[in-house]
């Protein structure tokens, strides 16, 4: 299974200690070099840098070899890439948590999965307690809508 990622998954993943759940689902991931430069940014939380500076072997960051496609400039750096890169390793899944990007991976024809779905699937195999893990993810800048929330516990129930 191929594995794209963007920025936000992976620096929530990181703050709320549960950046693991990847390799434990997916095995392998890989990241664009703007993702990794964006998770290594000065402004980037501490914690999230630290981690980049040593990723873990399970972790493979990529550079595109084709150029950016101009429909996706309305994107950030690391959606960009992701989508570039998922293009060219006919990637399974890419993992992105905002609305446009899905919407341009999904109009693109992959299967994309969030921060949230990743939590959920990992209850789901027993790898994390679903209820404490939302509320350290609601601990940071992670925008949770209550409605959300509901409907992901009513589905571990």
């Known amino acids: 299974m191929i594995v794209i990622a963007d920025t936000t998954p992976i620096n929530y993943l990181i703050l709320i200690g549960q950046i693991d759940v990847l390799s434990a689902l997916y095995g392998r991931v890989v990241i664009p070099s703007a993702v990794q430069r964006e998770l290594l ?3 980037a939380p501490s914690a999230v840098r630290q981690w980049m500076e040593e990723p873990p072997a399970w972790l493979e960051v990529l550079t595109p070899r084709t150029t950016i496609d101009p429909a996706l400039l309305k994107l950030d750096a690391g959606e960009r890439e992701a989508i570039v ?3 060219e390793a006919g990637a399974d899944l890419i993992i992105v948590d905002e609305l446009q ?3 341009v991976a999904e109009g693109r024809g992959f299967t994309v999965i969030g921060t949230l779905g990743i939590l959920r699937d990992a209850a789901s195999l ?3 307690d679903l209820d404490s893990t939302l509320n350290r993810l609601s601990e940071t800048s992670f925008h949770l809508s209550p409605a959300i929330l509901d409907r992901l516990r009513d589905k571990q129930s």
């Open 41 to 43: 940014h000065a402004l």
């Open 126 to 128: 027993g790898l994390l």
């Open 85 to 87: 890169l998922a293009e």
């Open 101 to 103: 990007g899905r919407r």
